[in-house]
């Protein structure tokens, strides 16, 4: 199956959508297709052994509309960019249209409420005036509504172009009828229509102006991730600096990047150091240090220093491109929570019109006089107040700005579906190593025996110039010079905890590796042990005098290493994989949310345990090997609860799969990206709060937006019928209607741009 996303054109409110969709699925080889009516994209996964582009292109035409040609091959966002200049063009149309027929509705309208305002000149009054201001609003200013409902006429459906072109063009007419016949019409008390005709549409065509211009700030995330690219590069081939196209950086290419720069496309430094902003990609606010190996990323800001960099990945398949890509893919996806009003959007119209011919039939029959008048009146009322624009935006637009919210926060998240299943999650699973702890062992405690027993330090020299080394910094010291030249992870911890503190080393002379025990070296005052108890029973060295320590460590989950000197056991170093410093208040803050939390680890339970203790978790799952992760995530479901497991996106990557919603923790530059359905680009737990408040705050905006939409339409147009005035004698005037109408569209867009204000209550 090959997924292809590619613009639509003549699309207008909801029911095109399901035009579109339906004629792209009745294809032979479409598994699915989706249409977004605020990106105006459709997505559409096929085969391509049964179908083609060609094909898919016939059906939406034989639907009467456009689906433009897609061009995989460019960097993901230029066809967002190209469809914002075409956007932006339209409205630039729609408000000349609005300006227009705003200045010849004016006196129309003034002219039409003499009745009410006597100081209207006489001239404004004059029907044939009133002919010749009306009718370049309802022939031109209106010509794509009447456009619209003539195809719609060919292809034997309906939208809103119908509504609104049969409602005007019915006003207009009946207008033109009595100026032209004012004796057969006047003596039944006949009045022109002409102010109705020209305010609606100037109405509606400022609704879809303003709607236009909202709907273009819900994706400006993407702009601005478009933006971070910059478009040359300065590269050395040959020896020489030359300035190019960044669309021309081919993989291999060496690029020189100078202070205040950005990078263009990824790479690794060769040469140099510096450090770079990566806030725009990550969400990390502090600088990364980049030196030779350091991998840098499209997009990101150099801040000191110059460095040359080898190109790896370029085009569409930087870290940047590829965020862009998702990020598009996720806002021109659909949320379940859509289909209610897609349904009621693919019958709307015809109901309407139904409504309307009826609305006219009873006020005809049973109406007061003039019967005629107001059957005319309620009719075109009923038609242009219905709107189904305002089903068909009110989740897409909201999603649109969430996820390009999520993005600036370093929170990817793949698709409208994933937002809605993030906001029902009641439990999270977090992976134990490199997920919710550092991911690698660190020095948590030194415990000495006694004092120090004055060890020289390199050189010869005191151990400290200015004092006595302590005995705990003594024990730090004689085991990072043991472990120096040992690649083992816990000695690795043991050398760094040491330069840390800025500690100097005693000299070694002899080094040598007890397999499975420890480490073996000589200094020039004595013998170093380092290692386990079978190290130590070995070479005949009492630790009883340890044993309550060294078991309050293990119980803590921690890695003993002894430390002995000149056949003396001095104390013990505690090593262990500590959790992340913000994982106890995330843990925290997910609890206030009401969601359940706990550790899936295959760490033996005394580890796994200590863990949970430090960041406040109440549940443990241990010693789960990684093909029974998936397993014990159906366990949790299967107890009726909603899982997010939070991983890193490859080694976790059946139960990510098997979970509910998958997060992977990482950088952003690897599968993650691609495997789970949130990414947090920064890998911090925080993250996941804000994942979590971020679809709760999308859902609570996309059901505000429904309610009003499902709300406006099934109280204003019973209103707009007449079904207050047998009670209370309430008439809704066309023009009101048309003014509702106009502004219920831009009312759900612009209770979805809220989002672009929103901020998460917890970390990030």
């Known amino acids: 199956m090959e997924r292809m996303t590619a613009p639509v054109r003549g699309m207008h409110c909801a029911a095109c959508v399901g035009k579109v969709e339906r004629a792209l699925a009745s294809v032979p080889g479409v598994e699915s297709a ?9 997505a559409v996964v096929f085969d391509p052994a049964r179908t083609d582009l060609a094909r898919l292109r016939a059906a939406v035409a034989a639907a009467g509309y456009e689906l433009a040609e897609a061009r995989p091959d460019r960097v993901p966002g230029e ?3 190209g469809e914002r200049a075409a956007r932006e063009a339209a409205q630039r149309r729609e408000k000349l249209k609005f ?22 000149p006489g001239v404004l ?22 456009r619209g409902f003539v195809h719609d006429l060919r292809y034997r459906t309906a939208s809103m172009s119908t509504l609104v072109s049969i409602g005007t063009s019915a006003a207009y007419l ?67 600096e030359m300035d190019v196209p960044t669309a021309e950086v081919r993989v291999g290419d060496f690029v020189r990047i100078r202070p205040g720069e950005r990078v263009p496309v990824d790479g690794v430094v060769t040469e140099g150091a510096s450090t770079v902003d990566e806030s725009m990609l990550t969400g990390e606010s502090l600088p990364a240090e980049k030196a030779p190996e350091s991998s840098v990323f499209a997009g990101t800001v150099n801040r000191t220093g110059s460095f040359v960099f080898r190109a790896a990945r370029v085009g569409s398949e930087t870290t940047l491109a590829r965020i862009i890509k998702l990020v598009a893919e996720a806002q021109g996806s659909r949320a379940p929570i859509q289909r209610l009003a897609d349904r009621v959007a693919a019958v709307f119209v015809p109901i309407v019109l139904v409504i309307a011919a009826l609305t006219f039939m009873a006020w005809w029959l049973f109406g007061p006089e003039p019967a005629g008048l107001l059957a005319l009146a309620n009719a075109v009322a009923v038609l242009v107040i219905a709107c189904p624009c305002a089903m068909g935006l009110a989740t897409p637009t909201a999603i649109m700005v969430a996820t390009g919210r999520g993005a600036e926060f370093g929170v990817l998240i793949k698709s409208a579906a994933t937002l809605e299943r993030l906001h029902r999650v009641d439990t999270v699973v977090f992976d134990k190593t490199g997920t919710l702890t550092v991911g690698r062992p660190v020095v948590t405690d030194v415990v000495p025996v006694g004092p120090a027993v004055g060890v020289r330090a390199a050189g010869g020299a005191a151990a400290e110039a200015s004092g006595e080394m302590t005995a705990a910094d003594e024990i730090l010291a004689l085991a990072a010079a043991a472990e120096q030249a040992s690649e083992h992870p816990l000695g690795e911890a043991v050398v760094a905890r040491a330069k840390e503190r800025g500690l100097a080393l005693p000299p070694m002379r002899e080094f040598s590796t007890v397999a499975g025990q420890g480490i073996d070296a000589m200094t020039t005052d004595g013998r170093v042990l380092l290692g386990n108890r079978t190290l130590m029973d070995a070479r005949g060295i009492d630790v009883d005098v340890l044993a ?16 002995a000197f000149a056949g003396q056991v001095l104390g013990v170093i505690a090593v262990a994989d500590v959790p992340k410093p913000e994982a106890k208040s995330v843990v925290a803050a997910l609890k206030r949310l009401g969601v359940s939390v706990a550790m899936l680890t ?39 609860r909603r899982v997010a497991m939070v991983g890193d996106g490859i080694n976790d990557a059946p139960a990510l799969a098997q979970a509910d919603v998958g997060i992977a923790m990482g950088s952003g530059t690897d599968v993650a990206i691609d495997a789970a359905d949130v990414t947090l680009m920064r890998g911090d737990l925080n993250g996941v709060v804000t994942a979590i408040e971020l679809s709760r705050a999308t859902i609570r905006v996309i059901r505000e937006n429904l309610v009003w939409a499902f709300g406006y339409n099934t109280i204003l147009i019973p209103v707009a019928a007449g079904v207050l005035y047998p009670v209370w004698g309430v008439l809704l005037s066309p023009i009101l209607a048309g003014s509702a109408m106009a502004f219920s569209s831009v ?14 209550q917890h970390g990030s």
């Open 34 to 42: 989706s249409v977004n009516l605020a990106t105006e994209q459709a």
């Open 99 to 120: 300006v227009v027929g705003a200045v010849l509705s004016a006196p129309v309208l003034l002219g039409g409420m003499s009745h009410v305002l006597p100081w209207v």
């Open 747 to 760: 009312s759900v867009v612009t209770n979805s741009l809220r989002l672009k204000r929103w901020r998460p």
């Open 548 to 563: 309550p320590g060294v078991q309050r460590l293990a119980a803590e989950g921690k890695t003993v290493i002894y430390v």
């Open 602 to 640: 295959g760490d033996h339970r005394l580890t796994a345990e200590a863990i949970a203790r430090q960041a406040g978790l109440d549940r443990v799952l241990a010693e789960v090997l990684p093909e029974d992760k998936a397993r014990a995530i159906k366990v949790l479901q299967a107890e009726g």
């Open 174 to 240: 009946w207008s033109v009828a009595v100026t032209l016949w004012p004796h057969a019409f006047m003596r039944h008390g006949a009045m022109t229509y002409y102010d109705v005709s020209a305010v609606v549409i100037t109405l509606v065509v400022l609704g879809r102006w303003l709607e236009a211009r909202a709907r273009g700030r819900t994706s400006e995330a993407i702009r601005r991730l478009m933006s971070l690219a910059p478009r040359a590069a300065r590269v050395i081939r040959d020896g020489v």
């Open 79 to 81: 066809a967002v960019d």
């Open 125 to 146: 009054q004059n029907p044939w005036v009133q002919l010749v201001l009306a009718t370049p609003v309802q022939v031109w200013v209106g010509w794509q509504f009447h």
